[in-house]
């Protein structure tokens, strides 16, 4: 089974995914990370955000091994990220890499912008979640201090929106929920309440399917 998480920033689609696939023994890939370090590539070899021919390149050199680097977890990455992942030659060289980690056995959870609507259309169960931008500010300024970087939660708040307005209106597999996706609102969940809405949802999936 193929699970697709979708959602705007900081909704906590992540960590939805992780403990999803934890629970049902599923392979888990947070597919913002690949962004994150197709961004953190071209900063660190001094390109511009919109090169996209070295994007591309680094897009296909990306090295899975590397993906638990810390620095990808920043703010500044992942509004960097935004900014490649606009670049509709940057999604077409990660594609392929997505659909292989969710075709392979014995499931698997990925969580992004665009699992259901593009890298996998046909995934069994699709999730999109969503909570309040102030709910979101908060969340990313408190991971950020926690980090021991310094984050001013107003301006987190401006960057979260600007982000949800770059990665809803690009042109190439904007963020949107898919026709058949089935809406979390996280704003008030803790993380526990949250994981059990989510495994509702692919349960009454799973009984809909086994009865149809
Ligand atoms: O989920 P995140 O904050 O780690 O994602 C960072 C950026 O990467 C996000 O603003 C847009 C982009 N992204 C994307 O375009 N498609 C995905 N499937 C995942 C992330």
């Given amino acids: 089974m193929i699970i697709a998480i979708d959602g705007p920033a900081a909704s906590g689609k992540g960590t939805l995914g992780r403990l999803l696939a934890a629970h049902y023994g599923y392979r888990h890939l947070d597919t913002g990370v690949i962004y994150r370090a197709v961004a953190h590539a071209l900063i660190s070899a001094g390109h511009d955000?919109?090169?996209?021919?070295?994007?591309?390149?680094?897009?296909?050199?990306?090295?899975?091994?590397?993906?638990?680097?810390?620095?990808?977890?920043?703010?500044?990455?992942?509004?960097?990220?935004?900014?490649?992942?606009?670049?509709?030659?940057?999604?077409?060289?990660?594609?392929?890499?997505?659909?292989?980690f969710a075709a392979a056995p014995p499931g698997a959870v990925l969580d992004g912008r665009d699992i259901g609507t593009v890298i996998c259309p046909d995934a069994e169960v699709k999730i999109f979640v969503v909570a309040d931008p102030r709910v979101r500010a908060r969340r990313r300024t408190l991971e950020a201090r926690s980090r021991g970087e310094a984050a001013d939660e107003a301006a987190v708040l401006a960057d979260i929106l600007a982000r949800d307005e770059r990665d809803q209106n690009r042109?190439?597999?904007?963020?949107?929920?898919?026709?058949?996706?089935?809406?979390?609102d996280n704003s008030n969940l803790d993380i526990e309440a949250g994981v059990r809405a989510a495994i509702d949802i692919v349960e009454a999936v799973r009984a809909g399917r086994s009865r149809g």
């Fill in 49 to 100: 955000l919109n090169d996209e021919a070295a994007a591309v390149s680094a897009a296909r050199g990306l090295d899975p091994q590397k993906f638990g680097d810390p620095a990808l977890k920043s703010h500044p990455v992942g509004t960097a990220a935004s900014v490649v992942s606009a670049i509709p030659a940057v999604r077409a060289a990660l594609l392929e890499f997505q659909r292989d």
């Fill in 171 to 184: 042109a190439v597999a904007p963020l949107k929920p898919a026709a058949d996706a089935y809406l979390l």
